[in-house]
């Protein structure tokens, strides 16, 4: 990727999660960066293209931090993949408000994206869960039902964490609680 082309994608990521979608221009990403229109046509076709483009960085990012960790103790698995997301939203609160704030059905390409991503995450949570079965850990459930719940659940947590009102250590552990243990005492 030429330097120039990085520039317009490291900005428009930048301004994307600061004005969302749909209050952005092309107008507002070259005079930011100081170009012309024309330098930025050079890479993309308009701003669904550098869109799209930020988009795709942005869920091989995230999904380079999901591991299917070779453990057989599910819990460890779910607490070392929540840390290591949870992480990343408190680091990089651009990436985390694209993710956050994604305009859903914006464009079927756009939503695929995200979409495979979150198929990703619900397949990882989906096999801990199943592992936690075979060991005895986890209660039998409706995988895809308990997976949902707990990715919402992280979602929510990860906002507090970008707004500063969620400390990690405590969400992890909240959320391993709740995913395995739930709320009830006893």
Known sequence: ?????????????????EKGFYNLTVSDIVNS??????????YFKNKNDV????????VLEISSKLKLLPRE???????????????????DRELALLILNHPHKLNPEFDRLIEEFFKKVYSLVE???LTGMKLGLVRSCNVQVVSRA?????????KGI??????????VEELVNLAFKGILEG
């Open 33 to 42: 960066l100081g170009i012309a229109r024309g330098t930025f046509y050079l």
């Open 150 to 158: 707990i990715v919402g659940a992280f979602l929510e947590t990860g």
């Open 73 to 91: 103790n599910p819990v460890d698995q779910l607490r070392e993949n929540l840390r290591s997301l949870l992480s990343l939203f408190e680091e």
């Open 127 to 129: 096999h801990s869960l």
């Open 1 to 17: 990727m030429k330097t120039r082309e990085r520039e317009i994608l490291k900005r428009a990521r930048k301004l994307f999660s």
């Open 51 to 58: 869109y799209k483009r930020v988009l795709e960085e942005l």
């Open 162 to 171: 970008v707004e500063g009102k969620v400390n990690i250590d405590e969400a």
